[in-house]
């Protein structure tokens, strides 16, 4: 078995997409992880669904406050220049354009950039929270997750059979093997995880990949 | 005009069965009327309709909860049998193995569900209290959350119409309020608070005090009286 890439390193992977000055907003899970990895000399300014923006590092043991909270129920650390607002301006700002990336969590990712992360349907239920919001709000879609499921299977798929968030509104998919983005024609293969080749990627992929010159070891 | 009452109790007294309720905060105890909830579960008005963003987190997964408390949450009111449906965009754990209270009804067929997006909820709501009925929106489009429903399209883009939401009493948590309803919130705990105090017919707020009417800037109120109908302040015994 080859090595595949931890949840930090995922996320270290994400971190290096983010831009000097880009309002970004984290989902749950290896996203909320991305905060911790932004390159000295830029400044990524973080929003979240709880009515908060400009939140910095996580609240120090001891100090955590009820009302200083993130959409993945992390308590923050009070910083200056952060500000409060409510729901309904929060996704105003989300709707509205004013957020430049999204990173999101999937459960299934198809050719065309579909988006499948709200419901398993065994279960019968699930949670939408600010998942369709964000996918159809924010400029840019990346989605950190695993590449296959707990049995093996692939979560890139040529039609998601889970429940959608939103219809081709994914650019970037980055998993613990590969990164990989969405193309007019289908998913471009960029980058392979050290020590996995483009035929290995495509071996755990159900979507065939389109293999352009220049792929590289992941970068970090 | 006295909007001060002395007990949750009273506040709630008169919410009789069949009601809609808003109920505030965005997941954890924070921002959530926990004080109200408790006095409501006490009356035991039945077959209630709850607006709000989860059907009760904290008290299941310690969302936002800080160490040693012991969160009163929606779950309380769905453990009584009191609800008859949920309208949320984050109605269940996260985490399958721990189920919420209102899961476990959902799995029975004792609760009734409406699955609304996050931003959706919020708009729909805040589109109850200032008048709105409806609007388009594009959250939603090609999804289960849009079925049945009117989809148009603007600019080449595909919308689709969602209908606002009023209640008929909501309870909410503040900070301060003044001795005319003028309130303001703490922190992160302002987020559905201060959309749904705008959205009932009468709403009902716990606040950790109550202050001289002028003690708040006029500048930094962030909900003017005329949206406040009670006000009951958290005394230290009432611990939450």
Not at chain 1, 121 to 148: F, T, Y
Not at chain 2, 110 to 118: H, K
Not at chain 2, 213 to 222: K, M
Request: glycine share 10%; hydrophobic share 40%; with cysteine.
């Amino acid at each position: 078995m080859k090595d595949r890439l931890n949840r930090e390193i995922i996320a270290m992977r994400v971190a290096k997409e983010l831009q000097d000055g880009d309002v970004v907003n984290l989902g749950i899970g290896i996203p909320s992880l991305c905060s911790q990895f932004i390159p000295e000399g830029k400044t990524v300014i973080y929003h979240s669904e709880s009515g908060v923006l400009n939140y910095g590092p996580m609240a120090e043991e001891g100090f955590e406050d009820q009302d200083l909270i993130n959409a993945s129920g992390q308590f923050l650390a009070p910083v200056d220049g952060m500000s409060f607002f409510s729901s309904s301006d929060a996704f105003a700002m989300i709707r509205g354009g004013h957020i430049d990336v999204t990173v999101l969590g999937a459960l299934q990712v198809s050719k065309s950039g579909d988006l499948a992360n709200w419901m398993i349907p065994s279960r019968g239920i699930g949670n939408v929270g600010g998942a369709m919001d964000l996918a159809v709000g924010a400029k840019k879609v990346i989605v950190a997750m695993e590449h296959n499921d707990k049995n093996g299977s692939s979560k890139i798929v040529n039609e998601c059979s889970f429940p959608l968030t939103s219809k081709s509104c994914v650019s970037l998919i980055v998993t613990d093997i590969a990164v990989i983005q969405v193309v007019k024609s289908g998913l471009q293969l960029l980058e392979c995880a050290p020590g996995w080749t483009k035929e290995d990627v495509q071996n755990e992929t159900e979507v065939e990949l389109i293999f352009e010159k220049g792929i590289k070891e992941f970068t970090l | 005009m006295n909007k001060v009452f002395n007990s949750f109790d009273e506040a709630v007294s008169d919410i009789p069965d069949n009601s809609t309720l808003m109920i505030d905060g965005f997941a954890g105890p924070g921002g959530t009327s926990q004080n109200l909830i408790a006095a409501l579960r006490n009356l035991g008005s039945k077959n209630l309709t709850i607006i709000s963003n989860t059907a009760g987190l904290a008290s299941v997964i310690g969302f936002g909860t800080l160490p040693g408390q012991t969160p009163v949450d929606i779950g309380v009111l769905v453990e009584n049998n009191q609800v008859k449906k949920v309208i949320a965009s984050f109605p269940v754990s996260p985490s399958p193995s721990r189920p919420t209270a209102f899961e476990k009804a959902y799995a029975k067929h004792e609760v009734e569900l409406e699955l609304v997006p996050q931003g959706t909820l919020a708009e729909r709501i805040r589109a109850g209290g200032a008048g709105i009925p409806a609007f388009f929106t594009p959250t939603g489009v090609d999804t289960r959350v849009s079925e049945g429903k009117e989809i148009r399209e603007f600019n080449g883009k595909k919308y689709v119409l969602e209908t606002a939401l009023k209640a008929d009493f909501a309870l909410i948590r503040a900070y301060q309020s003044d001795r005319l309803g003028n309130l303001v919130y703490k922190g992160t705990s302002k987020n559905f608070n201060s959309v749904m105090v705008t959205a009932a017919t009468i709403s009902i707020v716990e606040v950790d005090k109550i202050v001289e009417t002028g003690a708040i800037e006029s500048a930094l109120i962030d909900t003017p009286l005329l949206y406040v109908d009670r006000i009951v302040e958290i005394k230290e015994n009432n611990e939450r």
